[in-house]
């Protein structure tokens, strides 16, 4: 049976989440040593079965036996999975689901889930049960996927997440990152469970936003989403499109129906941006919200498990705005704030104009009570972007209603303090008039997360989670980390820890990573990442420009912070010396990063010189294709994951021959190149303000 859809204008879970410290408690107030322990391997070597439940859903089916498959790595036997209540009952089990014989065996428990994704374990001597809240329809199990469809979807995966949980937290199971080398098993006496029992639900439901490019339906299985499954980021209940609704409209109305699209101040309609998916929409026209209407009632015939129906207008947020007074109507007068936007259409006219976040919101409004009249059956939530200078400031009157989803662009993870502070306080006004909130920073280069160098704000990370979380968040989707695990492991790690649980202690995260992932090496190994911090922050905080702080690495990243790096490596190498090999792996699947950031770093710094010294540009761009064809080389003996080289152009599968000149292919490497030159906006940032060096 399917339980009822949940209400998500109810913002009560987010309270609940805030009191729940994300800890197992012992079943008994007093003496836990003392408890009689549950052995998930006996004495004698058998093991206590783990018993499913009968027609179980999908994930939860193949957690259990993922959860066998990692309880055999760590004591050597594999338990048996059974599905169904067995007759009669075992006298000791794991039970994953509910099913009615556990009321009998945890008596006084109470397995009611209320909230979206809430998870309730329980151990006492004999059984262990692990539920979760799960939504499964079969009928509707195969759905549209980003690139390739999607044959196992489930509405909630509470039971499979609540498996994770129970071997991260209460066994002791560490994913540090993809990969066998990156997973770390405790000692079999890990298997010997005191009673505890454990309640909670995640605030944050969209957590495989935190990595939307390793999303089921956006890439096959591999180890990165397995990875993202076990950090409880990849089975989540909550469907979002972090884009732009309306860029194929123009393809598909654009010649039956012009009237729907941004009049032009030259009288034409949808001409302006030249790049079709970037037109905007004339907000005020009521064929437009028709459309709309009919698009939704299509999609929730072929899903009816659709919880959000999308409003977000089109990239490009200067450009090609409505300007029919109708759609103006709904834009404060420009008396009503000091705040002013220079927008832009064809044959360069422009023109200062309020922002028009008031527009978004009435727009977003007007679709929401549309759509509530028109499937008053149906609950679900009707989401705009607070995107842009256009958008990101509050709106001046309007108020969004309270279906309304507010994706927040506020742009300050991983950013310079000053831009920090601007887009937080913006954030903080909407949230003040927002009943729903999603966060979806654009990410940047600011700190190479996309070049592939240590972009790891650990502090920034701790502040600004928590941060959205208190403001009310529901769900976050960053664009974009780009799976660069050697020089960002436990950054990555963090993130996701307080993805599950933003009021987690962060400190205490990291703790456990150095302590689990490098062993005797754990103390060198934190001093290795204190430095890859500091020379990030320094870098972000003293140039103050996106477009330029990566682009003047080599002035932060210098000879001397290398040779401090490789101190502290060849520190941590020395101390896994005669230990448990998996250390020395993992030092030096670190030090993968740290090769691969001083060879970009010294490829840009002869890139600077080529281009203050235009004389010289030839010579020293030959001297940097000699620089790649050897990063080239390097990389192909990579460890798996240890560096996206795809992601800088290079694609190790592909051989020599066949090659050619697709490194400059990767806007990634934009200045590290001398095919991948840089962009107008990066020349003027260079050459105006924002810089700050000593």
Known sequence: MIPAPVNFRSRLFIAFCAAVPQVFLAGHASGAESLQRFHLIRPDGSTVPIVVTQDAAPHTRAAAVEMAAHLESIGGVRPKVIEGSPDPLPEQAIWVGYQPALDRLFPGADFTLKHPEEVFLIGNENHIAITGRDRWEPKHSVVEGRRFPITDQQQEYGTANAVFTFLQDQ????????GETGTDYPGPEALNITPFQFRYHPQFRSGIGLFNQLARGYIKENDMQRWAKH???????????????????????????????????DGTRGTFPKDPMRRKLCEGEPLLWQTWLDEQEKRLAAYP????????????????HCTDPRSRAWDPAPTETDVRVRMSWANGVTEEWPPLSDRYVHFANKLSELAEARFPDRDFLVMMNAYGEVGKPAPVKAVPRDNILVVSVHNFLLRHEAMRKEEKQQFAEWAKVSKQLFWRPNLGNQGGTQTGFPDVPFRQAMEDMRFAAEHGVMGVFF???????????????????????????????????????????????????KLMEHTRQKMVDTVALPSVSVLRSHQFFTPEVFQQARAHLAKAANATDGTDPKFAARVAFTRTGLVHTEALVGIRALMEKAENAPEERDAVHALVLEKWTAWESIAEHFPPFAIATKRLGFDPGVPKAERGEKAADSRR??????????????????????????
Request: glycine share 8%.
């Open 305 to 320: 498990h659709h919880d959000v129906l999308y409003t977000m207008a089109n990239d490009s947020y200067y450009e090609g």
């Open 171 to 178: 066994v002791g199971v560490r994913w540090f990152y993809p």
């Open 669 to 694: 490497i934009m200045g590290f190149h001398p095919r991948s030159p840089l962009s107008k906006r990066a020349l003027r940032e260079m050459a105006g303000k924002g810089l700050d060096l000593e």
């Open 231 to 265: 950090q409880r980021l990849l089975l989540d209940s909550f469907s979002f499109d972090g884009g732009h609704y309306f860029k194929d409209w123009w393809e598909k109305y654009g010649e039956t129906r012009p009237e729907l699209f941004a009049l032009q101040p």
């Open 479 to 529: 664009d974009s980390l780009f799976e660069h695990w050697a020089p960002n492991a436990p950054f990555y790690y963090l993130l996701s820890q307080l993805t599950w649980n933003p009021y987690a202690d962060g400190n205490a995260i990291l703790e456990d990573y150095y302590r689990r992932c490098y062993g005797p090496a754990a103390g060198p190994m934190k001093e290795y990442w």
